[in-house]
């Protein structure tokens, strides 16, 4: 009787133990893979979003948006001890990269009145210099 309890209390550990091994290595991947973002879809967003931002102005149909980036962004990690890793990053906070500059192609872009309030838009939205702002004409 007491060797069956001690089998038992045996099968029951490694089946615990198994299942913290296994779901262990799956939350620490998800936790470095799933939330990065990459600079090139950050930059694909950013161009998206003013692009489809720029066609609600008057006087604009037709609009292309090329996004520079300053940086890639910061990442500050905090260690916590684990029962799989002596040592294990979870990140506490991420900043996105800074723009550097944008430029744009649009209808209407060489007509200084369109062109004068895109640059005030575009500065006021992504809080960047107007000189860091060019604007050309499609033609």
Do not use: H, W
């Not at 089946?15 to 620490?28: D, E, P, R, S, T």
């Not at 294990?88 to 990269?97: A, D, H, K, L």
């Not at 209808?107 to 939205?125: C, E, F, P, Q």
């Amino acid at each position: 009787m007491k060797k069956k309890k001690v089998y038992l209390i045996v099968i029951i550990c490694g089946i615990v133990g198994a299942l913290l091994l296994i779901f262990g290595q799956k939350f620490n991947k998800s936790d470095t893979t799933d939330s990065t973002i990459t600079l090139d879809s950050y930059t694909e967003y950013m161009e998206e979003k003013i692009e489809s931002f720029l066609l609600s102005v008057d006087g604009i149909s037709n609009v292309r948006v090329v996004v520079t980036l300053e940086d890639s962004g910061e990442k500050l990690y905090s260690n916590q001890g684990s029962l799989l890793n002596e040592q294990s990053n979870t990140i506490v906070m991420e900043t996105y990269p800074s723009i550097r500059g944008v430029a744009i192609a649009c209808t209407n872009g060489d007509n200084d009145v369109v062109k004068t309030r895109i640059t005030r838009l575009i500065s006021a939205y992504l809080g960047i210099s107007t000189n860091r702002i060019e604007i050309v004409s499609f033609g």
